[in-house]
């Protein structure tokens, strides 16, 4: 079945890296993303790693692709209190675009 | 990049009455549409993919009834919350697959309406 898990919540000090983890159960999936929504706000993207990749690195942002233990991550290094949101890591299975999300996780940076 | 809109962005109905969310793709033509539902504190939920065209296909345990989907143009999907009730209280998103190009990864989403039923 089609099940994405994150854990809920996060807390790190600003300027400390966050890393928010992901595990999902389908390995037919194309492609993995991380998406940010702030309070009462929509999805912003983040990044997405395709399949064949390991790593992918998009300025303070990292994501590690572990296909074999199909795990996701995503590091935020300098982490600044505007990253505080919640983090959606969601993968796409086929050309259909339909996207199965996690249960998202609460980042909260501290000053 | 393409850009997706909805309307309105909140609505507050009373209890039985049926409301309508418009999604539209603003600067690309989308034959395909997604919708999501995301209850408080909770992740997002795909209730339906909208066909431009022909019926929309509903997800395991959607009331395809209850939710009214149409996809009358390239450019607009309409969701019916019918007979609503407090517990369709709920943040509704739609998104959309992007045209064919080097953005092909990405899925466009609009900004969300949050539906109130008193």
């Known amino acids: 079945g089609e099940d994405v898990e994150q854990s809920l919540f996060l807390s790190v000090r600003e300027g400390d890296s966050s890393v928010i983890n992901c595990t999902y159960t389908?390995?037919?999936?194309?492609?993995l993303y991380w998406y940010k929504q702030e309070p009462g706000a929509g999805l912003q993207l983040l990044t997405y790693?395709?399949?064949?990749?390991d790593m992918k690195q998009d300025q303070r942002l990292t994501v590690l692709l572990n296909k074999k233990d199909k795990h996701l991550s995503l590091r935020i290094a300098d982490t600044q209190t505007g990253d505080s949101a919640i983090y959606f890591c969601?993968?796409?299975?086929?050309?259909?675009?339909?996207?199965?999300f996690g249960s998202g996780t609460r980042l909260l940076v501290r000053p | 990049g393409a850009v997706v809109s909805q309307h309105p962005s909140r609505v507050i109905c009373k209890s039985g009455t049926s409301v309508k969310i418009e999604c539209r793709s603003l600067d690309f033509q989308a034959t395909t549409m997604f919708w999501y539902r995301q209850f408080p504190k909770q992740s997002l939920m795909l209730m339906a993919t909208s066909n431009e065209g022909s019926k929309a296909t509903y997800e395991q345990g959607v009331e395809k009834d209850k939710f009214l989907i149409n996809h009358a143009s390239l450019t607009l999907s309409t969701l019916t919350v019918t007979s609503a009730h407090p517990e369709d209280s709920s943040f509704y998103i739609c998104s959309a697959p992007p045209p064919t190009g080097p953005e092909a990864y990405e899925q466009y989403f609009g900004p969300g309406t949050r539906l109130t039923v008193t």
């Open positions: 790693i395709f399949s064949n990749m």
């Open positions: 969601a993968e796409s299975m086929d050309s259909s675009y339909k996207l199965i």
């Open positions: 389908d390995s037919s999936s194309t492609y």
